[in-house]
């Protein structure tokens, strides 16, 4: 069982799966909330019927399963339908994590949570430490460009539609500044990593 639980996030390309993958391959065990949102709502969840409950039968496809992109359309169009879908998933992905990090057999264990700014450290209040994955506004940009194949105007919007980096680095414990190579993150993974180790109980 875990006595220590770090929450991980970071803007949107700013390396926060590369960062999850340098814990993972040193043995650290890592809760992602995006593939819990996803558990929250699978066919026979009690998530996903009570977002039937409330959204109808037009958010499931034709499969039984949640529409994604029917949903994604309809509370990006409607905020107080965002907030009833979230009020749905939220609660369930933040209990998700927390119970898969407590269970964790590895040293530590770390909860990715792409929007932890987003939501608020508040939320989370079984998080020990928050670390950030930060980055420049231009490399950032640059890699959005790059990844995803998009232009200049829609990666702007992405990054806007996100907490700032302030709000990001206002929450944070720890910090990595992500600006150079997978080698220099993975390094600076691996000294967080020894500091944890350190923190945790024997």
Known sequence: MSALIIGLTGG?????????????????FVSDAD?????AVEPGSEGLAEVVAVFGRDALAADGRLDRAAMRRRVFEDPAARHQLEA?????????????????????????????AEGGRAAYP?????????????????????RDGIDAHLAQKMVAAQATQQARLA?????????STLDALDAAIGALDL??????PL
Not at 35 to 39: F, G, I, V, Y
Request: charged residues 20%.
């Open 12 to 28: 949107i390309a700013s390396g926060k799966t590369a960062a999850t993958h340098a814990f993972e391959a040193r043995g650290i």
């Open 171 to 179: 929450i944070a414990d720890d910090v990595v500044v992500n600006d």
């Open 126 to 146: 079984w998080l020990h430490r928050v670390l950030v994955i930060d980055v420049p506004h231009d490399v950032q940009m640059a890699r959005l460009l790059a």
């Open 88 to 116: 749905i998933i939220h609660p369930r992905v933040r209990a998700m994590l927390q119970q898969a990090c407590e269970d964790a057999d590895s040293p530590y264990a770390v909860a990715a949570i792409p929007l932890l």
């Open 35 to 39: 593939l819990a949102a996803r558990a």
């Open 195 to 200: 500091r944890y180790r350190a923190m945790t």
